[in-house]
């Protein structure tokens, strides 16, 4: 929230969805487990779901490149799901792991999945439709 007017210009393109958690209920941690439930469900209670509608759920450290937003802006969405392949670096651009890519950001159609949890995206996501060097971790 520190910085949400520093990207004024981008608002009517980003949905920000503040999570709700009850500090009140120690059962009731932030953690990335509860925090991928919770915003999933936020988005299917609060946001209209269109049969195009996609939602790409990611850690904050997982950035899907430009040219892969581009494309999927532009493509007519003939896949269920997708899992970005992100070149892994660790700690900054300067050290990019020789282990391979990172499997992160999933990316659905929304109908498809209106059932599953977003933990269960996560884990799922190494049976999806995988995009080569699309993302950077």
Same mark, same amino acid.
């Given at each position: ?24 209920? /120690?059962?009731?941690?932030? !953690? ?12 299917? @209670?609060? &946001? ?43 700690? /900054?651009?300067?050290?990019? !792991? ?12 929304? @109908?498809? &999945? ?24």
């Amino acid at each position: 929230l520190e910085h949400w007017s520093d990207f004024k210009k981008y608002h009517s393109k980003i949905v920000r969805i503040e999570l709700r958690h009850d500090p009140n209920n /120690s059962t009731d941690k932030i !953690s990335e487990t509860r925090t991928r439930i919770r915003a999933l469900e936020q988005i299917y @209670r609060e &946001f209209p779901i269109g049969d195009n509608t996609v939602i790409m759920m990611s850690d904050l450290d997982e950035i899907p490149k430009a040219r892969f937003m581009r494309t999927l802006s532009h493509c007519d969405h003939h896949w269920d799901s997708l899992v970005l392949k992100c070149d892994f670096y660790y700690y /900054s651009y300067e050290y990019r !792991s020789v282990r391979g890519a990172w499997f992160g950001t999933a990316v659905i159609k929304a @109908r498809k &999945f209106l059932n599953v949890s977003g933990e269960m995206l996560r884990h799922d996501r190494g049976k999806f439709t995988p995009v080569n060097d699309a993302c950077y971790h």
